[in-house]
């Protein structure tokens, strides 16, 4: 038996269709929602999602094998070592994704991109992230 797949043409929001994006739509909705919260302006620079952003960042800019193996154990060097302290990380970090989310899509009309807000798929992602994170679900 083959099987055979054919590629399928998502149609974009409008406001999207203009600036052509290599990712598909989920993961340039989360990139649209870090960007914005993110921003240097912000104080959010030492948050969870701020620090995993920046390093993605600096690990797409390496130029060389070597230069990207660094980062990543310079990185790795600062994770905790211990099953607590990784749980503890996790926890934190689910909280801080699920909190940047709450704030982005508190005022959607505001949001730079309103689409995060509204894509099914990623509201269950964050609603997920809530509950394993302990926190209240998103009010959406």
Known sequence: VSLCVFPVEVSRPAHLAAHRSPLPL????????LKWYCDPSKSNTEARPCVNYAFMNKLKAATSVEERKKLVQDRSSTMPKDDAGRKSLALSSRAAYTS???????NPSAAPNPDVCTNEPLKRVYANLAKTAGAATPKL
Request: some cysteine; hydrophobic content about 35%; charged content about 25%.
């Open 26 to 33: 989920r993961p340039q909705l989360r990139l649209d929602m």
């Open 100 to 106: 940047m989310y709450q704030e982005y899509c508190a």
